[in-house]
């Protein structure tokens, strides 16, 4: 697969690879001071800056923050733009783009409808597009006390996060589970107390295949009943890592320091891990369904292909076609043309997350060269 070469030569580029998660202050901050833009190709990765200057807000998806920070830490050392994203959530994002707050947002669920409607109003003449950048695995990760290998199937999680399954040594899990030594232990579901994309994401993977168990609509903000909340996936992954007897889900790039993740009974002949080499397979499977320069992508997520890990997303960063503010522009361009770029896009496997397929982040390319 073409995702897949790509993912092999992103594991080979050590020369790029970013150590750790750069701080950044909080979106809004107006004390972070920006530096002159250059004009012309920065040495550092090749960063095109062209007319790039001053700084950027940004806010929305905290699934694909890990990645920003890595990829703002390159771009801000060549081209002097500070990039404050806040990473507050997808739903704060979509709002703060639609209110006209920021230059561009990420979401993990594509533009609704009436979303892109609102954006109309804050891109003179065009509206919000969805540019999908960022892929990966949403991993469930686990702490449960002398456990270290879980397989769980759709069903099962289901009824965890539905606040059905209640204890570790549930006969449903036992049966998944045989030579695990399950104890006796309440279960800690924590889910996302905001608004979410990877909410959004998590909860279609069950509604695709465990409807009967989790009989909800879905979207960004949790429906199900039952469990506990945490702000951001580093909130989540945090309880998690702190609680016995915790299971939570967020994006691989989260599931650090010690903390276990589930593998997942597809149907396959065997269970599915989460990593960057099966979600790629998953999202290989993904349709353009978004028209004009939207590409808003469908995933499959009852697929049962072997290796594929189906409870995946894709971070899209929105911005208007036409209409983006004069101040911003010229540094928005340059950090989507380095982001969406054959070096932006390798950063991501060193960070836990998948590039975008090649057919489809060629079609990106095209389209923020375009953005006026």
């Known amino acids: 697969m073409k995702l897949q070469r790509m993912n092999r030569r992103a594991l080979t580029l050590g020369a790029l690879a970013v150590s750790g998660a750069l701080a950044l202050t909080a979106c809004g901050s107006d004390d972070t001071g920006g530096g002159g833009g250059a004009t012309s190709t920065a040495a550092a990765g090749n ?18 923050k890990n990645a920003i920070d890595a990829w703002v830490k390159q771009f801000s050392a060549a081209c002097g733009v500070q990039i404050n994203y806040k990473g507050g959530g997808s739903g704060a994002g979509v709002t703060a783009f639609t209110q006209g707050q920021v230059a561009f947002a990420g979401s993990d669920s594509a533009l609704k409808p009436e979303e892109v409607t609102a954006s109309k109003k804050i891109c003179s003449g065009g509206q919000g597009i969805d540019l999908p950048m960022v892929g990966g695995p949403i991993a469930v990760g686990f702490n449960v006390s002398g456990v270290d290998k879980l397989t769980l199937d759709a069903p099962t999680l289901a009824k965890i996060f539905n606040n059905e399954i209640t204890n570790w040594n ?95 009974d597809t149907g396959a002949g065997t269970p599915v891990e989460a990593t ?3 979600a790629t397979k998953a999202i290989s499977d993904a349709k353009v369904v978004g028209t004009g320069n939207d590409y808003a992508l469908e995933l499959n997520y009852a697929t049962k292909a072997e290796g594929a890990y189906p409870m995946v997303l894709v971070t899209y960063e929105i911005v208007c076609d036409k209409g983006n503010k004069a101040d911003t522009l010229p540094a928005t361009k340059a950090f989507l043309r380095y982001i969406a770029s054959e070096d932006g896009q390798k950063i991501l496997a060193e960070n836990d997350y ?18 006026s």
Do not use: M
Request: aromatic residues 6%.
């Open 170 to 264: 549930d006969e449903a899990i036992k049966k998944l589970n045989p030579d695990v030594d399950l104890p006796n232990l309440k279960i800690q579901a924590f889910h996302r107390s905001d608004e979410s994309g990877t909410t959004d994401n998590f909860t279609k993977y069950l509604i695709a295949t465990a409807k009967s168990d989790f009989p909800y609509e879905g979207g960004k903000a949790w429906q199900a009943k039952g469990g506990q909340s945490a702000p951001q996936s580093s909130g989540v992954a945090q309880q998690v890592k702190q609680t016995n007897g915790a299971i939570g889900y967020f994006e691989l790039s989260y599931a650090k320091d010690g903390i276990k993740t589930v593998a997942l």
């Open 276 to 278: 960057i080499d099966n």
């Open 47 to 64: 960063i095109k800056c062209d007319d790039a200057k001053g700084q950027l807000l940004a806010d929305g998806s905290s699934a694909q």
């Open 354 to 371: 998948a590039p975008i397929p090649d057919d489809i982040i060629a079609k990106v390319r095209t389209t923020i060269e375009g953005l």
